[in-house]
């Protein structure tokens, strides 16, 4: 149901017509997924168990297999190697915004944009290209802006937290 309907001022025979919709959003779920947890993995108890292994003890046992049975006993094997020092582990994989510093004002700057190349590609008019270019260009700089002015927040929220600053991918 519709909530505060305002109709703007009449320009012309156009109006600005604002209104309230009680829509629910949908919070996305971040999915499960299945890993192995790689950093846990003791690299010398997994080198020991690999040699005591039936791929490493009788390598004259081996010779008389064919491929797809080495493959076979490689892939279980293997399999069973890590499933003892890397179990699967769920965890959640959230979703994050690819660019986090992209807002309203560049969304804004962006239609900004976009109106002048309608503009320049229905007149032809080269005043109009040259607005299009210099609207083009305060949108560069406003991107790098807000892109730089995230970063620099970033890592000084972080401080000395090195773990923080990989996870926050800084490019």
Partial sequence: MISELRVDDMISD????????????????????????????????FASDLVASELCCD????????????AELYSSAMTRLLDQQCPVVQVRHKIKQTTPWYDADCRAAC??????????RRTRVEA????????????RMLY?????????????ASKSNTRRLWRANIP
Avoid at 128 to 139: E, L, P, S
Avoid at 144 to 156: C, V
């Fill in 14 to 45: 156009h109006a600005l017509i604002r209104f309230t919709l009680p829509v629910k959003i949908e919070r996305l779920d971040a999915p499960w997924t299945t890993r192995r947890a790689w950093r846990r993995v003791a690299t010398d108890a």
């Fill in 59 to 70: 390598l004259k046992a081996l010779e008389d297999k064919t491929v797809d049975d080495l």
């Fill in 111 to 120: 239609r900004r944009v976009r109106a002048a190349e309608r503009r320049f």
């Fill in 128 to 139: 109009d290209r040259r607005a299009w270019d210099d609207k083009m260009k305060a949108m």
């Fill in 144 to 156: 790098e802006t807000k892109k730089r002015n995230y970063w620099r927040d970033e890592i000084a």
